[in-house]
T-cell receptor
Framework: QKEVEQNSGPLSVPEGAIASLNCTYSDRGSQSFFWYRQYSGKSPELIMS????GDKEDGRFTAQLNKASQYVSLLIRDSQPSDSATYLC?????????????FGRGTQLTVWP | DADVTQTPRNRITKTGKRIMLECSQTKGHDRMYWYRQDPGLGLRLIYYSFDVKDINKGEISDGYSVSRQAQAKFSLSLESAIPNQTALYFC???????????FGAGTRLSVL
């Protein structure tokens, strides 16, 4: 069983702060890592992907990957109330399950004004 | 128009009824997926298909069946609905490498 673990939260931060979301995974051969944002009652939408160790920045979002520690994180700088959503970590393992994503249960983020 | 279209968007049915949820896509992707989402449990994979002749069970396939009628169409059936199948259902598609999945708007199903 390929596990993807996230802190369920909820995580609550004030507007303008940095929100830090964390994810660990069990399959050491995993190749690709994704963060999806899901507003209540809506479908998940991809916000970040990362494939190699280190940081990847896109606007206010930074994904960080450490394959040795089997850890991926998402930082949201200058958090806005519109960032309030559930964030899903997803992992694409290698091997025979290539092409099948494994999702964590999600972390609920609330940004208060 | 949405690239991944799910119908119906909402459905209320009774225990024991057979129902079908439909998904169609215009993205030209080979791979299609059906997920179920329950509060606190995240997304759980029901079935997935890597092409028209390939159907695979996910982690929670019991009580469900699927049909891949064409590259663009993937249907999910509940042969005899039960109340614990009440959930939000998502269809998704991805490219051949499965790197990025694109989700439909979801079908909210209630089984009474």
């Amino acid at each position: 069983q390929k596990e993807v673990e996230q802190n369920s939260g909820p995580l609550s931060v004030p507007e303008g702060a940095i929100a830090s979301l964390n994810c660990t995974y069990s399959d050491r051969g995993s190749q690709s890592f994704f963060w999806y944002r899901q507003y209540s009652g809506k479908s998940p939408e991809l916000i970040m992907s990362i494939y190699s160790n280190g940081d990847k920045e896109d606007g206010r979002f930074t994904a960080q990957l450490n394959k040795a520690s089997q850890y991926v994180s998402l930082l949201i700088r200058d958090s806005q109330p519109s960032d309030s959503a559930t964030y899903l970590c997803a992992v694409l393992p290698g091997g025979s399950t290539l092409g099948r994503l494994y999702f964590g249960r999600g972390t609920q983020l609330t940004v208060w004004p | 128009d949405a690239d991944v279209t799910q119908t119906p968007r909402n459905r209320i049915t009774k225990t024991g009824k057979r129902i079908m949820l439909e998904c169609s896509q215009t993205k030209g992707h080979d791979r299609m997926y059906w997920y179920r989402q329950d509060p606190g449990l995240g997304l759980r994979l029901i079935y997935y298909s890597f092409d028209v002749k390939d159907i695979n069970k996910g982690e929670i396939s019991d009580g469900y069946s699927v049909s891949r009628q064409a590259q663009a169409k993937f249907s999910l059936s509940l042969e005899s609905a039960i109340p614990n199948q009440t959930a939000l259902y998502f269809c998704a598609t991805s490219t051949l490498m499965g790197n990025i999945q694109y989700f439909g708007a979801g079908t909210r199903l209630s089984v009474l």
